[in-house]
């Protein structure tokens, strides 16, 4: 069976008080009194009655926390009673500041002031109905004063404790708040994964799949460039592996800092030139323009301009059609960084909207051209005739990134023939 540790520390003190009570009471006679040159006139000799009062006087600090005014009041009825009788003032003070103090330390300000009020006007009527004469008016005012300090400390040790209290609350909503900031971070962090994976794959797997194209038509009639193709192929799915190996191992759980040190950086316009190349050997005749005097750029807007550029070349292999030519230009100016990806893709507009399909090519070439729409892109209708495809998904994520930094977005084709995605994003303080 479970004890209540509070009930057994009261009644603990209980006990205390009416030891000490009757101790005093015992001590503290008529003729100790007389000995001390204290007037003692209509004082009662200690006997049995009286230490039996004092008893009952201290019984009620056994409920002190659960019904401390009902405690009070029970107490200061056999308090008045000694009073009364001439058994001396004060000898069961003991017991009735342990109540008062109760009360102001565990009810609320009405009920203390309830108890302060009730304490004093039964000491005061106490005093009237004695028959002892001995006291003076100082030391009537010491003992109310008494009785207001005991109220006061138990008023201190509430305040105290609510004060405490409102500290756990304000911790617990605080950690509340944070593992819902935490939770928010993660699916932020998740939703930018997402969208490098798409990146990612995108890109990666357009190459892969007009390289093999080109291979598989070129495999009985030149062997060599077949296995030059396959070689590329291999490549550029070590890359993707790479790439998507750094982006996903944030995710991992089970492994520490020393993990986190082996991922690698996140692209940014520094690697544009490795990624033209790339292109180049995809079939994709591209150039690299740098306008102006490069910058330290943020690592989101880096990062951002380089997912521009590798998706406006995703599209331009997979649509321009052979022949065409891509160009990549990236231009500082002072407070902006200017981001284009052109190309001259030739071919004529279907039923579905969009340039439509180009002969075949040569080594690297998709099997058939023509700007559409297909699952990564968004630049138009279909390649093929029929009903215009919605857009894709990865200009859709170029979007929410160059918006993502305040920056402007077109994308659209040129008068003369081909396609253009350019992006202006501002910079602060020229960084």
């Known amino acids: 069976m479970r004890i209540d540790r509070s009930s057994l520390h009261d009644t603990v003190l209980a006990g205390v008080v009416a030891a000490a009570s009757v101790a005093l009471f015992a001590l503290y006679g008529p003729d100790r009194l007389q000995a001390e040159g204290i007037p003692v006139e209509g004082v009662r000799q200690p006997d049995l009655l009286g230490a039996l009062l004092l008893v009952v006087a201290s019984v009620p600090v056994v409920v002190r926390r659960r019904w401390p005014l009902a405690g009070l009041c029970a107490g200061m009825v056999p308090e008045t009673l000694l009073t009364a009788l001439g058994y001396g003032l004060g000898m069961s003070g003991l017991a009735g500041m342990v109540l008062l103090f109760s009360v102001a330390s565990y009810r609320g300000l009405a009920v203390a002031l309830a108890g302060l009020v009730l304490s004093l006007v039964t000491y005061v009527a106490g005093i009237v109905s004695s028959p002892i004469r001995a006291g003076t008016l100082s030391e009537y005012v010491v003992t109310a004063v008494v009785l207001v300090a005991v109220w006061g400390a138990g008023r201190s040790l509430r305040l105290r404790r609510a004060y405490l209290e409102e500290l756990k609350d304000r911790a617990a909503r605080l950690e509340r708040a944070h593992a819902a900031d935490t939770r928010a971070a993660r699916a932020e962090e998740r939703s930018r994964i997402a969208r490098e994976l798409h990146d990612v794959v995108a890109h990666h797997v357009s190459v892969m799949t007009v390289q093999a194209?080109?291979?598989?038509?070129?495999?009985?009639?030149d062997p060599d460039l077949a296995r030059e193709a396959l070689s590329?192929?291999?490549?550029?799915?070590?890359?993707?592996?790479?790439?998507?190996?750094?982006?996903?191992?944030?995710?991992?759980?089970?492994?520490?800092a020393g993990a986190r040190a082996e991922l690698?950086?996140?692209?940014?316009?520094r690697d544009l030139p490795a990624l033209v190349e790339q292109m180049r050997e995809a079939g994709l005749p591209t150039r690299l323009r740098?306008?102006?005097?490069?910058?330290?750029?943020?690592?989101?807007?880096d990062l951002a301009a380089y997912r521009l550029v590798q998706e406006g070349l995703t599209?331009?292999?997979?649509?321009?059609?052979?022949?065409?030519?891509?160009?990549?230009?990236?231009?500082?100016?002072?407070?902006?960084?200017?981001?284009?990806?052109?190309?001259?893709?030739?071919?004529?507009?279907?039923?579905?909207?969009g340039k439509g399909a180009a002969p075949q090519g040569g080594k690297g070439t998709g099997p058939q051209g023509g700007k559409g729409t297909g699952p990564q892109d968004g630049k138009g209708g279909a390649a093929e005739e029929g009903p215009p495809a919605t857009a894709g998904h990865g200009l859709v994520g170029i979007r929410e990134r160059v918006a993502l930094y305040g920056g402007?977005?077109?994308?659209g084709p040129l008068p003369g023939g081909g396609f253009e995605v350019r992006a202006r994003l501002p910079l602060k303080d020229g960084q």
């Open 213 to 221: 194209a080109a291979a598989r038509r070129v495999l009985a009639a």
């Open 232 to 256: 590329a192929i291999e490549h550029t799915g070590r890359l993707a592996m790479t790439e998507m190996r750094n982006i996903v191992g944030v995710l991992r759980t089970d492994t520490g």
């Open 264 to 269: 690698g950086p996140q692209p940014g316009v």
């Open 290 to 301: 740098v306008e102006g005097a490069p910058v330290p750029l943020p690592a989101g807007v």
């Open 315 to 353: 599209n331009s292999l997979r649509h321009a059609g052979a022949g065409a030519e891509a160009v990549v230009t990236v231009r500082y100016e002072p407070y902006e960084l200017d981001v284009r990806v052109r190309d001259d893709g030739k071919g004529t507009a279907p039923q579905g909207g």
């Open 408 to 411: 402007i977005l077109n994308i």
